[in-house]
């Protein structure tokens, strides 16, 4: 099952609501089950970093079915998983990556947010989220 | 002066409508004005080794000003060009990539389209760009 | 609509027997729908190249819905694609490389095959097919 | 000397036998005494992430002769080896990654696994190992 690109679109144009309600320029990603890149937007005046940081965010949170920022916690120096950023060409393991659910909770893909603090950029995601389960 | 994300989606909009009438799935990627990713969109079903090339197309329609099949013409053995395809960590030197003016002539960004024949997808990066100028 | 591991252990099988009866050694690799390795075996002997080879054949197979061959058909000097080699961080676009479809004809993942002649090569990835078709 | 693709495949088999005990799913890899991947597995429904993880460790083990986490143990911020993940196109240094030796001691090369817990990984490493030596 993968998420189809209306429904990633659909996750886009939630996501920009809510950065506009935050007043913030997000990068947005949103990857299908297979980790490929479905959707894209970066809004006007956005981060040119954080083209790269979000599609990587989507990734990587698929890549390991989980939200990015549960990653960067095992990650630090001396923790179970440090330095597992060198795998996958680079991986991002701070908030805003969050795997995107079917109904029946199959994984479809993910979305990735980056574009200002991780606090707005996982608030970002979960608004993307929310507009399509 | 830089193309805006609804510049962007339109033009992505715009190229789906022609992809839809010519019966074929494309991957279309927006650049702007720095060769930077503004917008992307796989169609369902489009092949997955068109996304990187579509981008790819954008930026490189981008690097150099114009569209990536004049390039290819120079980039063939004996040809000025052979092999610049190495640069900037791989460039797409066939049609289906064009530079986006602004009405004053200014290149504003690039639109990059793969997932048919050349000529598909030549013809998809076309009305694209139509939608926006 | 995905291939399992048990297919894949089974295609695999069955082009070693093949490669066997050819008395070639080859790398064998199977990717998934989204084109992430699923299997991969070198056997004894077999070319150290053809590890990374036969990997990039089976991505390329799944990347664009057809046998690699096809592929260098339209890449050489000249030809519609040329160089299309230089995208998603390497193409292999000589025989070896077969999508392998569900009895629905859905696309389900890719073999790739190296280690010998391009005709063995791709011998060896017909015969894996058809242990799971 | 050098690892067989049959024992290859018999510490995978072993291996994955653990991670069902476990009910975990497991990326596997087994290089050979070069480096070179040998034979690779997805249990369905494992990490996609995890494919380059296991890889890597399985690399990494058999590219200093040690487990990886007695590798991650130096490569801490104030280690003797800190940073060392940057070296080889990415190494993994936390557990998971177990050089495989012959009767005779002799290092006939490694494998690495990736999908749960480092201790789990850690675990299905051993299983593998267990079962051709």
Do not use: C
């Not at 330095?83 to 029946?104: Q, V, Y």
């Amino acid at each position: 099952m993968n998420i189809t690109l209306d429904q990633a679109k659909n996750a886009i144009k939630a996501a920009m609501a809510k950065a506009d309600e935050l007043g913030v320029k997000m990068n947005i990603a949103v990857v299908d089950s297979g980790a490929n890149l479905t959707a894209f937007a970066r809004m006007d005046g956005a981060w040119l970093g954080s083209v790269d940081i979000s599609i990587k965010k989507a990734r990587t949170a698929r890549f390991f079915d989980m939200n990015t920022g549960e990653i960067g916690n095992l990650s630090q120096p001396g923790g179970s998983l440090y330095n597992i950023e060198h795998s996958n060409n680079g991986l991002i393991t701070f908030p805003g990556g969050i795997p995107i659910r079917a109904g029946s909770g199959e994984i479809i893909g993910a979305i990735g947010v980056s574009g200002s603090t991780v606090e707005d950029d996982h608030a970002v995601a979960e608004a993307g989220i929310k507009a399509i389960s």
